[in-house]
């Protein structure tokens, strides 16, 4: 089966910038989480969706992040004014019998 | 949500096996426990996943202690391929994957 893709793989933006992340998870697959992991740190959770609907988008930050699922398919993350705390990597993952994860997006902002 | 403790690093030679423990004393019993590992530039790749007892598959074997508060990742004959972080997640139905800071997991030629 082919695989959960991510795009772009990389993204170099200096502070203030917007930038989106977009998420095409396994066909089949109702649930989608979205994590952030900062550079030697394991992922942290930052939203995750069942079809449409957000099930948990607690650790968000809100005023900056937003997340969407329009058609409980692909899913777009998108991040307003971006800061150097936002580095990480971006990592999408969508759940069938097992959790798989994208290859992620590597974000740097300067 | 239950959280895990495991080592934070290993090293071992090719060739040898390696076993990360992991500690997970508050596990509910919806709760089933995961092994991801994970390499550089790439996302968290499934290893196996188990409930109780002993688990085998191609890739690695899992023990469970029988109060399933402990529970050690087994990995035959280890490859420099098998260089990476490697994570223990306890997750119930319908519940996200929480990570920790993992075990990394270093093999020496």
């Known amino acids: 089966e082919a695989g959960v893709t991510q795009s772009p793989r990389y993204a170099v933006l200096q502070e203030g910038q917007a930038v989106s992340f977009w998420c095409d998870p396994i066909s089949g697959h109702d649930t989608l989480y979205w994590y952030q992991q900062p550079r030697d740190q394991g992922p942290q959770l930052l939203v995750y969706f069942r079809d449409e609907a957000v099930i948990d988008n607690s650790q968000l930050p809100s005023d900056r992040f937003s997340a969407v699922r329009p058609k409980g398919t692909n899913s777009t993350l998108k991040i307003q004014s971006a800061k150097q705390g936002d580095t990480a990597t971006y990592l999408c993952?969508?759940?069938?019998?097992?959790?798989?994860f994208g290859k992620g997006t590597r974000l740097t902002v300067v | 949500l239950a959280k895990t403790t495991q080592p934070p690093s290993m090293e071992a030679y090719e060739g040898q096996e390696v076993n990360v423990s992991c500690s997970h004393t508050?596990?509910?019993?919806?709760?089933?426990i995961y092994w991801y590992r994970q390499v550089p530039h790439q996302g968290p790749q499934f290893i196996i996943q188990?409930?109780?007892d002993y688990v085998v598959n191609e890739v690695a074997s899992l023990f469970i202690s029988a109060d399933r508060k402990l529970s050690t990742l087994s990995l035959p004959w280890v490859s420099l391929r098998d260089a990476a972080v490697y994570y223990c997640i306890v997750r119930g139905y319908a519940q996200g994957l929480t990570f920790g800071l993992g075990t990394r997991v270093s093999v020496f030629p």
């Open positions: 508050n596990i509910a019993t919806s709760e089933y």
């Open positions: 188990g409930y109780k």
């Open positions: 993952a969508s759940i069938g019998t097992e959790v798989f």
